[in-house]
């Protein structure tokens, strides 16, 4: 069965440009998750959906970033006049049920370089 | 959430065992301990989970002593493809609604 997909791969645009990050979870998982991975470093907790509400936005690092989710599906991430901080691997994760033992299965993110 | 502490790298050879220990001093009583394997331009891969004594699946063995302060990582005979970064997170699935918090994890190399 198909796991997370995430897209684009790779995406390069300039400082000021907003960006839009695509999540597709596994298909019947409820729980959606969005992380930042800087190079060399771990990966940062940015915000967690159950169904097309956010409970948990507190990683989310300033007014810049949104997200949401339509359909308990698929999920964007909006970043707004990217800054070259902003330069990391967004990696999406779902899992079928957060408070049990199952896991989160994650993407392969997406890589985005401000220039 | 517990904080956890592995070594920053291992390296090992083709066929030995490797055990990777992770510290987690102040980890709570409903914390369970889970390991994620990363390699590189992938996402992290679910290893294993435990909350106490041992559990094994077809990849790895996780071994937790009575007090929980640590725990293992077994990987046995180890191939090139388990060159990869090894993550151990602590949390109570229930509190954080599943949030993980990943430190920079242990970079394990297999040689040849």
């Known amino acids: 069965g198909a796991g997370v997909s995430q897209s684009p791969s790779n995406k390069v645009t300039e400082k000021g440009k907003d960006v839009e990050l695509r999540c597709d979870p596994i298909?019947?998982?409820?729980?959606l998750y969005w992380y930042r991975q800087s190079l060399g470093q771990g990966l940062e907790f940015l915000i967690y959906?159950?169904?097309?509400?956010?409970?948990?936005k507190s990683g989310l690092p300033s007014d810049r970033f949104s997200a949401e989710r339509t359909g308990g599906s698929v999920s964007t991430l909006t970043i707004q006049r990217t800054q070259q901080e902003d330069s990391a691997v967004y990696l999406c994760?779902?899992?079928?049920?957060?408070?049990?033992?199952?896991?989160?299965?994650f993407g392969d993110g997406t890589r985005l370089s401000i220039l | 959430l517990a904080k956890t502490t592995q070594p920053i790298s291992m390296d090992s050879y083709e066929g030995q065992e490797v055990n990777i220990t992770c510290s987690h001093n102040?980890?709570?009583?409903?914390?369970?301990i889970t390991w994620y394997q990363q390699f590189p331009s992938q996402g992290p891969r679910f290893i294993i989970q435990g909350y106490k004594t041992k559990v094994t699946n077809e990849v790895a063995s996780l071994f937790i002593p009575a007090d929980r302060k640590s725990s293992t990582l077994s990987l046995p005979r180890v191939s090139l493809s388990d060159t990869a970064v090894y993550y151990c997170l602590v949390g109570d699935r229930g509190s954080t609604l599943g949030r993980l918090y990943f430190g920079r994890g242990t970079q394990l190399t297999v040689w040849p």
């Open positions: 959906f159950q169904g097309n509400s956010a409970p948990d």
């Open positions: 994760a779902s899992s079928s049920d957060p408070h049990s033992n199952q896991p989160q299965h």
């Open positions: 102040n980890i709570a009583t409903n914390d369970y």
């Open positions: 298909s019947g998982h409820t729980a």
